[in-house]
């Protein structure tokens, strides 16, 4: 894909040089120039064709999902009707047909060969978004006569960041049991050429191995016992988004930055041997400025020379302010799309403030899960049991792993 963005900006550069200096007249271009413009153009029209092909397959290969080791399709077709209120309600004695949700923790308690005290459920089912749109009806005089609609579908939620490794292809293992070791390559067999009747040097490949060991991620919350025991899809819905975030969003932080220290993951960034980049400069002496153009094709350069193709990037939230204010030399802003020079992109702000920019593959990430989501419901926690409602507990057991960490690369800022 380099290779063909490169070629399509010289083509590109050699057409509007011709059209910077035509030779014709009254300022139009020359018959040589014209036919020289004109082979170009379907060199440029048959390049991007090439250039649309590849990103197309290029998109499908970053977007493909992990596919869990574990399961089968029936299996998997039964998770998907799991009802997180059916199985809260079913703990807080109410009577409903929580059959489904009942075979689904059996299988996956047989499964994991554990016991739980709550009711287990898959981690996909966490994985799910709910449609929430915010609208309030106008009020106006008389309107204290006017019957009051709860509008469950139309709850407002918080404003929260969605999950930045959507999407980018992160690996997922799931159903592990003890640690999880993965072995790879360390060095390869050397080849060489030798002369007639001399020994061909000895070498052996080397290997290594990537390790996960179980490390507990959870939340601690309270709901309303009358809205648990409702029944309305909009509830369900509200219910999974509002688990799915918490808990995506704190497995999605602990993915990139975990500092692998006590109970956390080892993010991205805590790995020994990513590739670290410094700021492009301008200039010389006194007059030296940092060149933020160049920031993008030096992160990319490191991953092509270490081999690595199937690159995205995750931007800091904060970063966007300064990529909106770069210019054209005509003064017009240069966006988002070709500062990252085509390549998928994501702002988040979960990438911290001193790495501005993390390059790579994120296929490369393996996100390795012991245990379904366990849910535990409480009635009788004393804080939750004064006011009327509800605790509710969810616990996944999951690590994170870089299959090669020179597959990543990042960009560290000082920070005033």
């Known amino acids: 894909m380099l290779s063909l963005q490169q070629k399509r900006s010289a083509i590109v550069a050699e057409m509007r040089s011709l059209t ?62 799991f009802s997180l209120i059916r199985a809260i309600q079913y703990q807080l004695g109410s009577r409903v047909d929580a059959g489904r949700e009942l075979e689904v923790s059996a299988e996956l308690a047989r499964r994991e060969q554990r016991s739980s005290a709550g009711i287990l459920a898959p981690y996909s089912v966490f994985e799910r978004r709910a449609t929430i749109t915010t609208a309030a009806p106008a009020s106006g005089p008389g309107s204290n006569l006017i019957e009051t609609d709860h509008l469950g579908g139309q709850y407002i939620d918080l404003l929260r960041e969605a999950n930045p490794l959507a999407g980018l292809g992160v690996r997922t293992l799931s159903g592990l049991q003890g640690n999880a070791e993965i072995p790879k390559a360390k060095t390869a067999t050397t080849v060489g050429w030798v002369a007639e009747n001399t020994a061909f040097a000895g070498t052996d490949a080397a290997f290594d191995k990537v390790t996960l060991s179980p490390k507990h991620v959870g939340a601690l ?48 960034l805590g790995q020994v041997g990513i590739q670290e980049v410094t700021m492009p400069t301008t200039g010389s002496g006194a007059s030296t400025a940092p060149d933020y153009m160049q920031l993008v094709p030096a992160l990319a350069d490191a991953l092509f020379t270490a081999n690595v193709r199937n690159v995205a990037f995750l931007a800091n939230s904060g970063f ?26 994501v702002w988040t702000s979960l990438v911290p403030a001193d790495r501005i920019l993390i390059a790579g593959d994120f ?49 560290e800022e000082e920070v005033a």
């Not at 939750?384 to 090669?404: F, P, S």
Request: proline share 5%; no cysteine; glycine share 10%.
């Open 20 to 81: 910077a200096a035509p030779a014709g007249e009254g300022g139009d271009l020359s018959v040589e120039q014209e036919t020289k413009f004109n082979v170009l153009k379907g060199e440029l029209e048959a390049l991007e064709k090439r250039i649309e092909r590849q990103t197309l397959i290029d998109e499908a290969e970053r977007r493909a999902q992990g596919v869990p080791l574990s399961g089968t399709p029936d299996f998997e077709r039964e998770t998907r009707e």
């Open 221 to 268: 919350t309270s709901y309303s016992r009358n809205m648990l025991l409702q029944s309305s899809p909009d509830i369900e819905g509200l219910l999974r988004s509002d688990l799915a975030q918490v808990l995506g969003l704190e497995v999605a932080r602990a993915t990139i930055n975990g500092t692998g220290t006590g109970a956390e993951p080892r993010g991205i």
């Open 320 to 345: 966007k302010r300064t990529v909106d204010g770069l210019l054209t030399a005509d003064g017009l802003p240069i966006g988002a799309a070709a500062f990252f020079r085509g390549y998928p992109h």
């Open 363 to 411: 296929s490369d990430v393996i996100q390795g899960t012991w245990s379904a989501v366990e849910i535990l419901v409480n009635p009788y926690m004393e804080a939750a049991y004064t006011k009327g409602n509800v605790a509710l507990r969810i616990v996944l057991t999951m690590d994170v792993a870089v299959r090669h960490p020179e597959s990543f690369a990042a960009f």
